[in-house]
């Protein structure tokens, strides 16, 4: 028998202190797909948030703490979207002045995966046995579909299970609004894009939106409950877990 | 916009465009459209995402030699009979055009659609001269009649429904006039055939000017191009420095994509080609032809930053996919350039200072980037833009403070820990059946409309020691 893969969990900042029973899902359903899974204790966040607003010198430092602790990882799966896409597309880059750190930063983007990814592509695994039924539609996260230009795999691997009946969301590529600090920045304008997606969220019909990305179900989990809506904001693990309440 | 409609900031000048009614339903049917339309012309072009990269890549190549491009270009428009004029500034554009207007007794001039000219303020300037400007585009006709600025790089009346336009052509022309785009269209027709007909002269923009040939290229859908250039006795083409490119071949690979990205269309009802004024024989166009090179701050930006903003085609596919844009408009931007690349072209033509609040008026998704014809990286150019407000200190201190705690806060694994369970704590007397609903601060920004989930009982780390 091959040896078991091995995998470094990358839980992210939202994902540790808001919803961490989606790190838990994500730990059960990888074991039970025959991966070891580990979790290096010392992170933090991926420092996507000082990125995006400007503070590179600052982001670049949080990037050599994360690429060094998890440099002997032999893979690295991440709940998020926009955070597997930090560590792919723009570590390298932010730590380019350091020629050791640099190497080591692509060598982490090569093997960091958002967590459908890591399933289909790594795993090689399409269909997974799970205890979900009903109707359910996909929202596109923007750093997932156009950063790192998956949309394929976490609607195959919704579509895998049994009870599952996937809907497609009106719009699904289109923004939620959330968009890190432009969410408080400007939060009308942010609160006027949410609208809308959840408008075309609630004509699908489905029981549950689900994303992978920890900013998205934030901003559409926030507003469906804000406006008292059935419709519950899940991660893909919770899913493909069989961990979703309710 | 006007420097005291500026003096509103940002947030506030969005927010207001969100509650207007009009707006909102225009915009969505208007921008939804353009979307739609651009999808299928490039599903049904193959060859269109090659024709990109090329496009991209010559205006790569032509911005490494821009002098050399544009003196070939001068070179062939004087060949031709043309007169070329340099301009530095908004200003030297301006007053140029002006002296044209003073040494030849111009009372008159025709507009073509041109957002080069919109950019130098150039109709206040010939008002303020005795010079009466007549703009041609139906749209830009439009916003003349309303007293307003555009607020789309190519659809200026966006933001004006049907209705709105048919109770201003009401009262500005006089008449009572259905909202029936083809009856409001025949008015404006009957009303611009007299201008064409009186202007002393025509003043375009370019979308193209061919080096090897001195062609000034002219991409239009109402026909009013081909009038403005050909009818009045002086034509000037005014046209930002970026907009040169090297030969009839390059051309071919922009026309290809052009109205594509713009309008869905495989080209535009008219593409014009002027090169100088009439000469003996030929039948109609100017008795005098000038262009203008406008640099405006464009070619500081050539190893700046912002270079990548110089490949814009002003196709203004970005704005009509842009979550922001389609949300409040162009005018709530405050300048020429509306849109996530007008973010860019503002910093460039008026400094990082004036876009503090726009360069964060954008949710960095990407769309954008996806539909631009010369695939500009506006997202990432925007990100660096920020960069710069943080290291030339014009982001406001307050923020620059609560990044620099959260980077340090971010590099120690105790701290964090720390942080989550003080918030955990600080949060108890918000938390109302297991959400955050209404919270102090900068977090009322958030929770104003949206709930918030709390702090876990126990965050992931602290479950992982029962998980291992």
């Known amino acids: ?246 | 916009m006007s420097d005291a409609a500026l003096r509103t900031p940002f947030p506030q000048r969005a927010g207001a465009a969100l509650k207007d009614a009009f707006l909102q339903e225009a915009l969505t049917i208007a921008t939804t459209k353009f979307i739609d339309l651009r999808k299928e012309a490039f599903a049904g072009f193959p060859q269109g995402e090659a024709l990109r990269d090329r496009a991209r890549a010559i205006k790569e190549a032509t911005l490494q030699h821009l002098h050399v491009h544009l003196e070939r270009l001068a070179d062939n428009v004087e060949r031709l009979g043309g007169h070329v004029h340099w301009a530095t500034t908004a200003e030297e554009a301006r007053e140029m055009v002006l002296r044209i207007c003073r040494d030849r007794g111009v009372r008159m001039a025709v507009k073509s659609k041109s957002m080069a000219t919109e950019e130098i303020d150039l109709n206040e300037a010939l008002e303020h001269a005795g010079v009466v400007p007549v703009e041609t585009d139906l749209g830009e006709y439009i916003i003349q009649l309303a007293r307003e600025k555009p607020s789309h790089i190519i659809a200026p009346a966006i933001h004006k429904t049907k209705g709105q336009v048919a109770e201003l052509f009401s009262r500005e022309l006089g008449g009572e006039f259905p909202a029936d785009p083809e009856v409001l269209t025949a008015v404006a027709r009957r009303a611009l055939r007299e201008k064409f007909l009186q202007a002393d002269m025509g003043i375009t923009g370019a979308n193209f000017a061919v080096a090897d040939t001195g062609t000034v290229v002219l991409v239009t859908n109402e026909g009013n191009g081909r009038m403005v250039t050909s009818l009045p006795r002086i034509h000037v083409a005014l046209m930002g420095v970026e907009k040169v490119i090297p030969s009839m071949s390059d051309l071919v690979v922009f026309l290809a994509i052009l109205a594509r990205s713009a309008t869905g269309q495989k080209l535009s009802s008219y593409t014009t080609l002027v090169r100088g004024p009439r000469r003996a024989g030929e039948l109609e166009g100017p008795e005098e032809f000038h262009l203008i090179l406008l640099d405006n701050g464009r070619s500081r930006q050539i190893a700046s930053t912002l270079r990548e903003a110089l490949y814009c085609l002003r196709c203004g596919a970005c704005l009509n996919v842009c979550p922001v844009y389609r949300q409040i408009g162009g005018h709530a931007y405050g300048y020429t350039y509306p849109g996530p690349i007008g973010i860019l072209l503002t910093a460039m033509l008026k400094g990082n200072e004036s876009v503090r609040d726009l360069a964060h008026a954008s949710s960095l998704c990407g769309a954008c980037k996806d539909v631009c014809p010369v695939r500009i990286d506006i997202p990432r150019m925007l990100v660096e833009l920020r960069e710069h407000l943080d290291r030339e200190k014009i982001a406001p201190w307050t923020e620059r403070v609560a990044f620099k705690t959260l980077g340090r806060l971010l590099r120690s694994p105790a701290a964090f820990r720390l942080s989550a369970a003080a918030a955990r704590w600080l949060q108890k007397p918000f938390v109302r059946e297991g959400r955050l609903r209404a919270l102090p601060l900068v977090f009322g920004k958030w929770t104003r409309t949206r709930d918030l989930p709390p702090v876990a009982a126990r965050t992931f780390r602290e479950r992982w020691e029962e998980l291992r």
């Open chain 1, 1 to 246: 028998m091959a040896a078991a893969v091995r995998a470094s969990l990358m839980i992210t900042c939202l994902g540790d202190v808001f919803f961490p029973e989606v790190g838990v899902a994500m730990v059960r359903l990888l074991r039970r797909l025959g991966v070891e899974v580990d979790f290096p204790e010392g992170q933090t966040c991926c420092g996507l948030p000082l990125f995006n607003s400007g503070y590179h010198h600052d982001a670049a430092r949080v990037a050599a703490r994360t690429v060094k602790l998890f440099e002997r990882a032999e893979h690295v799966v991440v709940p998020s979207g926009s955070c597997a896409w930090m560590v792919k597309i723009e570590y390298p880059g932010l730590l380019k002045h350091d020629p050791a750190l640099h190497a080591v930063a692509e060598s982490l983007a090569r093997r960091t995966r958002e967590l459908s990814q890591f399933i289909v592509e790594v795993l090689g695994i399409a269909k997974i046995e799970s205890s979900f039924e009903g109707k359910v539609t996909y929202h596109d996260s923007c750093h997932l579909l156009r950063g790192l230009g998956e949309s394929a795999s976490p609607r195959t691997l919704l579509r895998g299970v049994a009870g599952v009946e996937l809907v497609e969301l009106p719009g699904a590529d289109e923004c939620c609004g959330f968009g890190g600090s432009f969410s408080v920045r400007l939060p009308e304008v942010s609160t006027s894009i949410l609208d809308k997606k959840l408008a075309n969220v609630e004509s699908t019909g489905a029981r549950c939106l689900v994303a992978c990305d920890a900013g998205c179900l934030m901003q559409m989990g926030g507003g469906l409950t804000r406006r008292g809506s059935t419709v519950k904001a899940v991660h893909l693990a919770q899913v493909l877990a069989g961990e979703v309440e309710g």
